[in-house]
Each structure stands twice: as structure tokens, then as C-alpha cells.
């Protein structure tokens, strides 16, 4: 699990809600996703989805990634 957005630099964080991911794994805030794709998957045209949270437990025994990431582009780069 990336901590940021993959078009925004909007903290994802791993136990909380607020995230969405398409069938590529790209994600997103919802914000950015709507105002950047209308609510769809920029790589296949299909839905996005509330990105799943990791419980804390988990997240002790497998921490989400610290490195951030951004496609270079925003959310449409792999067009």
C-alpha cells in the first residue's frame, strides 16, 4: 500500500477510508479520482472501488510502503 495518491501528493493512509483503487492497483483519493477521471479507471474505463483498509495488527506485522511515488502526468500518464 502506497502512501500517497498516484496523481496527487494526498496522504493515503493505510487503516483509514478515503482511498479508491482500480483493477490496475492505481490509486487515488476520492477527490483527485473525481475531479481527474469523473469517478472512473483512467487505465480501463471501469469502476473504481474503496481501496481496502489494513487493521492494525496487520499493519504492526507488515507495515504499508513508506517511499512515495507519483506517475509523472497524473492519473492519465499511461495513456
Given amino acids: 500500500m502506497r502512501p500517497n495518491g498516484d496523481c496527487c501528493e494526498a496522504e493515503l493512509a493505510p487503516g483509514e477510508e478515503g482511498a479508491v483503487i482500480g483493477s490496475f492497483e492505481r490509486a487515488s483519493c476520492t477527490d483527485s479520482a473525481e475531479a481527474e477521471c469523473g469517478g472512473a479507471c483512467p487505465t ?4 473504481l472501488m474503496g481501496r ?8 504492526a506485522r507488515v507495515p504499508a510502503a513508506a517511499e512515495r511515488k507519483r506517475r509523472h502526468g497524473g492519473y492519465h500518464a499511461t495513456h
Fill in 44 to 47: 480501463c474505463g471501469g469502476a
Fill in 52 to 59: 481496502p483498509t489494513r487493521a492494525p495488527p496487520l499493519l
